[in-house]
C-alpha cells in the first residue's frame, strides 16, 4: 500500500475511509460508478439525483450508510437542500463530484426562443460553469465541519 506525503501522490482505497462525500447525478452511469468507488474505500455517500427513486436504489445497493436525494443542480434550493441532508447525516462534508450535467444536442441557432430563455438553453461551458459553481457554493463551507482537516 502507498503511503501518502502528498497531494500529488496517489490515494488508495484506504485513504477513503470515514469520508463523507456528495455525489450529483450519482444515481447512475459514471456518478454510480464513482459512488461505488468511494463506498468500496469506506466513504459514506450521499446520492443527489433529479430521478428521486434511482438515487434510493444506488443508494441501498451501496450501503455503507449511503444516503439519497432528490435534487436538480439547476436549483440553488434542491442543491442546499441535498449539501444540508448530506451534513445532516454525515455531520460534514469531506468531498464534492460535481458529475450531474447535460448537453443539449443542437445549435443555438436551432433552438426556439422559448428554450433560448430557459437555464436548459445555455452552451456547455455556461452550463458547466454555472452548475458547477451552484453545486460548490453551498457545500464548501460546510466541508470540513471536524477538527481534522481533510486532504481533498
Known sequence: ????????????????????TLVTGGGRGIGLVIARRLTAGGARVAIADVDE??????????????????CDVRSTADVDDAV?????????????????GIEIAKPITELSEEAAGSPRACSKEEWTCRYTWNQCRPATPRRWTSKERSPW
Not at 500500500?1 to 463523507?20: E, H, N, P, Y
Not at 434511482?54 to 432528490?70: C, D, F, P, T
Not at 444540508?84 to 450531474?100: P, R
Request: no cysteine; aromatic share 4%; charged share 20%.
Open 84 to 100: 444540508a441532508a448530506a451534513v445532516a447525516e454525515f455531520g460534514g462534508l469531506d468531498g464534492l463530484v460535481n458529475n450531474a
Open 53 to 70: 427513486n434511482g438515487a434510493r436504489i444506488a443508494a441501498e445497493e451501496l450501503g455503507n450508510g449511503a444516503i439519497a436525494v432528490r
Open 1 to 20: 500500500m502507498a503511503t501518502k506525503t502528498s497531494l500529488s501522490q496517489a490515494f488508495t482505497l484506504a485513504d477513503l475511509a470515514g469520508r463523507r
